[in-house]
């Protein structure tokens, strides 16, 4: 594939797969793909949580809200099993409370890596 290849436009820096330690100052408000292993699952205020940082306060956190974090659930898919599963996910990086975070509106935005 291209991206593995690095060709295309996967041979640029911008476009490379970040990894859940990356600096995410530069990243705020762009499209990015991010590789990383998902450490802790949770639910609060109706939101499903998906954690990739190590010790609950820093790391990208992956979020689905409301009835989008319904859809996660359908076809029988239990979002928990992706609990210490290497993933990559895809959605726009934002800063919230100081910490990277990515809100996902749909399963295509979950790659489960082998």
């Known amino acids: 594939m291209a991206r593995t290849a690095r060709r295309g436009i996967w041979a640029e820096t911008v476009y490379r797969v970040r990894g859940n330690r990356d600096n995410w100052r530069l990243d705020v408000g762009s499209f990015q793909l991010i590789e990383g292993r998902i450490g802790r699952i949770s639910e609060r205020d109706g939101r499903l949580l998906l954690d990739l940082g190590s010790d609950g306060r820093s790391g990208l956190l992956a979020v689905a809200a409301g009835k989008d974090g319904r ?5 029988g898919f239990d979002p928990v099993s992706l609990e210490g599963r290497a993933v990559r996910l895809r959605g726009v990086v934002q800063s919230v409370g100081g910490r990277p975070q990515i809100t996902l509106a749909n399963r295509a935005q979950i790659e489960i890596l082998p």
């Open 71 to 75: 859809t996660f659930r359908r076809g």
